[in-house]
């Protein structure tokens, strides 16, 4: 089985606008990967419409984040349970440094459900501060 566990949607600056998580799942489908996570920057908000198109889909998903410690390291953080990993995406939200995100600078941090309607976006920068416990 292929298995790639390290992906970024739109909600990450870094990621395409177009990268939505229904069209993530339909290139990794396309490329005969059978378990998939989505791993945006310090959040989880797109990992409910991950669900959905990995469902649609047939391919097993891991629900992730990519999460900025103090000392800049980026932790990739997975999880088998949707639930469990959106509730700690919340939390590392709320604990991520406060650092506005300019969308024509920095990049766009779109919340989009599984069939690529826009829900929203975040206000912190995702990519930018660390998580202070
Ligand atoms: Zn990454």
């Given at each position: 089985m292929l298995i790639d566990l390290h992906n970024h949607s739109?909600?990450?600056?870094?990621?395409?606008?177009?990268?939505?998580p229904a069209r993530l799942v339909e290139e990794a489908a396309a490329r005969g990967i059978g378990m998939l996570a989505l791993t945006d920057h310090?959040?989880?908000?797109n990992l409910p419409a991950f669900a959905v198109c990995c469902r649609r889909a047939g391919i097993v998903p891991v629900y992730g984040m990519e999460v900025t410690g103090r000392e800049e390291a980026h932790l990739l953080c997975l999880f088998g349970d949707l639930k469990t990993a959106v509730r700690f995406g919340y939390e590392i939200y709320e604990n991520l440094q406060t650092i506005p995100n300019n969308p024509d600078r920095m990049g766009d941090q779109i919340i989009v459900d599984e069939d690529e309607n826009i829900l929203g976006e975040l206000?912190?920068?995702?990519?930018g501060g660390a998580v202070e416990f």
């Amino acid at each position: 089985m292929l298995i790639d566990l390290h992906n970024h949607s739109c909600l990450s600056p870094c990621g395409s606008l177009e990268m939505s998580p229904a069209r993530l799942v339909e290139e990794a489908a396309a490329r005969g990967i059978g378990m998939l996570a989505l791993t945006d920057h310090n959040a989880g908000d797109n990992l409910p419409a991950f669900a959905v198109c990995c469902r649609r889909a047939g391919i097993v998903p891991v629900y992730g984040m990519e999460v900025t410690g103090r000392e800049e390291a980026h932790l990739l953080c997975l999880f088998g349970d949707l639930k469990t990993a959106v509730r700690f995406g919340y939390e590392i939200y709320e604990n991520l440094q406060t650092i506005p995100n300019n969308p024509d600078r920095m990049g766009d941090q779109i919340i989009v459900d599984e069939d690529e309607n826009i829900l929203g976006e975040l206000e912190k920068h995702l990519a930018g501060g660390a998580v202070e416990f």
